[in-house]
């Protein structure tokens, strides 16, 4: 669909500088922007690999294990329906936690690793149960409390201060964990109610 979208945005846009005898200016600005990207990549290389670097070290001294002892409490509480000590837990937990810290290379294969531990625990195979949502809510939402990937961005881009955006981050991306669990927690309320019965 996005595809279509981007498709209607091209023709629409192309269509319009012709109509109005601008079309030039439409080539050199698709010149221009993928000059500034290709730049701007270059420019990632560098600050990529130091925040990753960082945050592989931290995964390597235990700071992730750390948060998964944390954390773990309030994952059980998330998903009561799963196993307290089933493999599906600590997925999750490496997840979540993997995500906190801004390690984006580790949370793909974690939550892949967890999804497919809350399939096997799924009765009905071609419907998604309540725990596979509400990871997908907490994958969704992202809770992070180091934004690598932004604070890379924004230093590529020239920021005079890069990383004044993390408490900002951390707000916002905890408000929207919240609505997303609660948004949850109500769906699947609702998913219980037994349907009503027609009259007649």
């Known amino acids: 669909m996005i595809n279509i979208v981007w498709l209607v945005f091209l023709v629409s846009g192309i269509c319009y500088g012709g109509w109005n005898g601008r079309i030039e200016f439409i080539t050199q600005s698709a010149i221009s ?9 270059f420019k990632l290389i560098g600050v990529m690999c130091l925040w990753l670097g960082i945050l592989k070290i931290a995964e390597k001294a235990g700071i992730v294990n750390f948060f998964s002892w944390l954390i773990g409490p309030i994952i059980r509480c998330l998903f009561p329906s799963v196993p307290k000590n089933h493999p599906a837990i600590g997925a999750i937990t490496m997840t979540v936690s993997a995500n906190m810290l801004g390690l984006g290379n580790a949370v793909t294969p974690f939550g892949i690793k967890a999804m497919q531990e809350l399939k096997r ?9 309540a ?3 509400t990871l997908l809510a907490l994958c969704t939402t992202g809770f992070t409390l180091v934004p ?3 604070i890379a961005i924004r230093s590529a881009a020239g920021s ?3 990383a004044e955006i993390v408490g900002t981050t951390l707000i916002v991306s905890l ?26």
């Open 148 to 150: 690598a990937t932004i």
């Open 175 to 200: 408000l929207a964990t919240i609505i997303a669990l609660l948004a949850d927690r109500i769906c699947q309320l609702f998913s219980k109610r037994p349907a009503r019965r027609r009259p007649g």
């Open 33 to 41: 922007a993928a000059e500034g990207a290709v730049a701007l990549s």
């Open 131 to 133: 725990a596979m949502c």
């Open 121 to 129: 625990l799924n009765q009905d195979k071609d419907t998604a149960s």
């Open 160 to 162: 005079t201060n890069p």
